[in-house]
């Protein structure tokens, strides 16, 4: 277990790479940071959705997700491909809201 912030972006390839060398190599990742927040674009009373609310969620689900997939190939390219030529597997996960609008998940 390697406790980190996937919205520490930098953070996040110092851990990475102690994971890697606490454990030899990485040969799968599954990435199932995400979030949301339910707010509307323009609400009933006027109000605008926050813009930094929005900027949150993209960070988090779209920039943080990016930034984990970088570095864990560039780990992963250094990996002896196996008998398939493969050298490693990454899984990213998302909710059923990735295929379905859901009102008030503007930003997910």
Known sequence: FHP????DHAGMEKVI???V????????????AGGGV????????GDMH??????????LNLIASFNINRI???????NEPNADGER???INTASIAAFEGQIGQVAY
């Open 4 to 7: 980190c912030n996937v919205m």
């Open 17 to 19: 790479g102690e994971a």
């Open 21 to 32: 060398a606490a454990l030899g190599s990485v040969q799968f990742m599954v990435n199932t």
């Open 38 to 45: 339910a707010k509307r674009t323009l609400g009933k009373d």
């Open 50 to 59: 926050p813009l930094e609310d929005f900027q949150r969620i993209i960070d």
């Open 72 to 78: 864990t190939a560039s780990h992963m390219s250094r």
């Open 88 to 90: 490693g597997v990454m």
